[in-house]
Protein backbone atom coordinates (compact mmCIF):
# COMPACT_ATOMS: atom_id res chain seq x y z
CA UNK A 1 0.00 0.00 0.00
CA UNK A 2 3.21 2.28 1.00
CA UNK A 3 4.63 1.53 -2.19
CA UNK A 4 1.42 2.33 -4.17
CA UNK A 5 0.98 6.04 -2.50
CA UNK A 6 4.86 6.81 -3.36
CA UNK A 7 4.04 5.80 -6.96
CA UNK A 8 1.24 8.09 -7.04
CA UNK A 9 3.39 10.89 -5.09
CA UNK A 10 6.22 10.45 -7.80
CA UNK A 11 3.47 10.14 -10.57
CA UNK A 12 1.88 13.28 -9.51
CA UNK A 13 4.92 15.58 -8.62
CA UNK A 14 6.34 14.67 -11.84
CA UNK A 15 2.82 15.76 -13.81
CA UNK A 16 3.00 19.11 -12.06
CA UNK A 17 6.59 19.82 -12.46
CA UNK A 18 6.07 19.14 -16.32
CA UNK A 19 3.15 20.98 -16.47
CA UNK A 20 5.08 23.91 -14.79
CA UNK A 21 7.91 23.17 -17.07
CA UNK A 22 6.11 24.05 -20.37
CA UNK A 23 4.40 26.68 -19.07
CA UNK A 24 7.48 28.70 -18.10
CA UNK A 25 8.92 27.89 -21.64
CA UNK A 26 6.51 28.15 -23.74
CA UNK A 27 4.14 31.16 -25.31
CA UNK A 28 2.46 31.81 -21.80
CA UNK A 29 5.63 32.57 -20.42
CA UNK A 30 6.85 34.84 -23.34
CA UNK A 31 3.45 36.85 -22.77
CA UNK A 32 4.26 37.15 -19.49
CA UNK A 33 7.84 38.48 -20.16
CA UNK A 34 6.06 40.77 -22.16
CA UNK A 35 3.34 42.06 -19.88
CA UNK A 36 6.24 42.23 -17.08
CA UNK A 37 8.00 44.25 -19.75
CA UNK A 38 5.48 46.56 -20.23
CA UNK A 39 4.28 47.16 -16.86
CA UNK A 40 7.69 47.73 -15.55
CA UNK A 41 8.31 50.50 -18.20
CA UNK A 42 4.95 52.53 -17.58
CA UNK A 43 5.96 52.42 -13.90
CA UNK A 44 9.50 53.85 -14.80
CA UNK A 45 7.56 56.07 -16.81
CA UNK A 46 4.90 57.37 -14.09
CA UNK A 47 7.96 58.03 -11.71
CA UNK A 48 10.02 60.12 -13.84
CA UNK A 49 6.95 62.07 -14.67
CA UNK A 50 6.15 62.64 -11.16
CA UNK A 51 10.00 63.67 -10.84
CA UNK A 52 10.17 66.09 -13.97
CA UNK A 53 7.27 67.44 -12.25
CA UNK A 54 8.90 68.29 -9.24
CA UNK A 55 11.73 69.07 -10.36
CA UNK A 56 10.42 71.33 -13.83
CA UNK A 57 11.44 70.18 -17.25
CA UNK A 58 11.56 66.51 -18.93
CA UNK A 59 13.09 63.13 -17.82
CA UNK A 60 13.37 60.48 -20.44
CA UNK A 61 13.69 56.84 -18.87
CA UNK A 62 15.43 53.35 -20.39
CA UNK A 63 15.22 50.58 -19.02
CA UNK A 64 17.21 47.78 -20.25
CA UNK A 65 14.93 45.37 -19.12
CA UNK A 66 16.06 42.61 -21.36
CA UNK A 67 19.81 43.19 -20.49
CA UNK A 68 18.35 41.37 -16.41
CA UNK A 69 18.82 37.92 -16.71
CA UNK A 70 15.72 35.41 -16.80
CA UNK A 71 15.63 34.67 -12.90
CA UNK A 72 15.74 38.32 -12.15
CA UNK A 73 13.08 39.19 -14.45
CA UNK A 74 10.84 36.52 -13.17
CA UNK A 75 11.84 36.70 -9.41
CA UNK A 76 11.92 40.93 -9.20
CA UNK A 77 10.13 43.59 -9.39
CA UNK A 78 13.00 45.34 -11.61
CA UNK A 79 10.91 48.96 -11.85
CA UNK A 80 10.59 49.25 -7.73
CA UNK A 81 14.61 48.92 -7.80
CA UNK A 82 15.11 51.69 -10.26
CA UNK A 83 12.45 53.87 -9.09
CA UNK A 84 14.29 54.37 -5.90
CA UNK A 85 16.70 56.77 -8.16
CA UNK A 86 13.91 58.79 -9.71
CA UNK A 87 12.03 59.21 -5.81
CA UNK A 88 15.52 60.66 -4.61
CA UNK A 89 15.53 63.26 -7.52
CA UNK A 90 12.14 64.56 -6.37
CA UNK A 91 12.92 64.67 -2.91
CA UNK A 92 16.28 66.83 -4.09
CA UNK A 93 13.95 68.90 -6.09
CA UNK A 94 12.09 70.60 -2.65
CA UNK A 95 15.24 72.91 -1.88
CA UNK A 96 15.40 75.46 -4.95
CA UNK A 97 19.54 75.07 -5.12
CA UNK A 98 19.28 71.33 -5.72
CA UNK A 99 16.38 71.71 -8.18
CA UNK A 100 18.33 73.70 -10.21
CA UNK A 101 21.42 71.78 -10.01
CA UNK A 102 19.31 68.87 -11.59
CA UNK A 103 17.02 70.91 -14.02
CA UNK A 104 20.88 71.64 -15.09
CA UNK A 105 22.26 68.26 -14.90
CA UNK A 106 19.59 65.69 -15.33
CA UNK A 107 18.09 64.96 -18.62
CA UNK A 108 17.71 60.92 -18.58
CA UNK A 109 17.38 58.17 -16.16
CA UNK A 110 18.69 54.37 -17.36
CA UNK A 111 18.49 51.60 -15.25
CA UNK A 112 20.60 48.16 -16.04
CA UNK A 113 21.83 45.45 -14.26
CA UNK A 114 25.35 45.82 -12.30
CA UNK A 115 28.39 44.36 -14.23
CA UNK A 116 30.65 42.16 -12.33
CA UNK A 117 31.33 44.92 -10.08
CA UNK A 118 28.56 45.18 -8.82
CA UNK A 119 25.84 48.39 -7.88
CA UNK A 120 26.85 51.59 -9.11
CA UNK A 121 25.13 55.17 -9.56
CA UNK A 122 26.65 57.31 -11.78
CA UNK A 123 25.88 60.73 -14.04
CA UNK A 124 27.32 61.28 -17.30
CA UNK A 125 26.42 63.65 -20.31
CA UNK A 126 23.02 64.16 -18.73
CA UNK A 127 22.50 60.46 -17.99
CA UNK A 128 21.92 58.92 -14.40
CA UNK A 129 22.43 55.43 -14.94
CA UNK A 130 21.81 52.95 -11.96
CA UNK A 131 23.40 49.54 -12.23
CA UNK A 132 21.58 47.33 -10.12
CA UNK A 133 22.90 44.58 -7.76
CA UNK A 134 20.05 42.44 -6.14
CA UNK A 135 21.92 41.47 -3.95
CA UNK A 136 22.51 45.27 -2.21
CA UNK A 137 20.23 46.47 0.11
CA UNK A 138 18.74 49.72 1.01
CA UNK A 139 18.65 51.31 -2.58
CA UNK A 140 16.61 54.81 -1.13
CA UNK A 141 19.69 55.66 0.89
CA UNK A 142 22.18 54.58 -1.65
CA UNK A 143 20.75 56.80 -4.69
CA UNK A 144 20.17 59.67 -2.47
CA UNK A 145 23.85 59.58 -0.81
CA UNK A 146 25.15 58.50 -4.91
CA UNK A 147 23.44 62.04 -6.02
CA UNK A 148 24.26 64.17 -3.51
CA UNK A 149 27.78 63.10 -3.97
CA UNK A 150 28.09 62.96 -7.67
CA UNK A 151 25.69 66.13 -8.57
Same mark, same amino acid.
Not at 24 to 42: H, I, L, M, T
Not at 55 to 72: N, S
Not at 74 to 100: F, M, N
Given at each position: ?21 ? #? ?9 ? #? ?12 ? #????? *? ?6 ? =? *? ?8 ? #? ?11 ? =? ?15 ? =? ?31 ? *? ?11 ? =????
Amino acid at each position: MKANNLHRRLVLGLAVFGLTGS #AVSGPAFAEDE #AERRFKAKNQLVKA #AGKAA *EKCGGQLK =V *ELAYDRFDKR #ARQRYAIASWCEH =VLDQLRGLCRGPKTKAI =VQRRIKRFRCMPASKDGRNLTIADGTVTLFIDF *EAANYGQFARRAL =VRKL
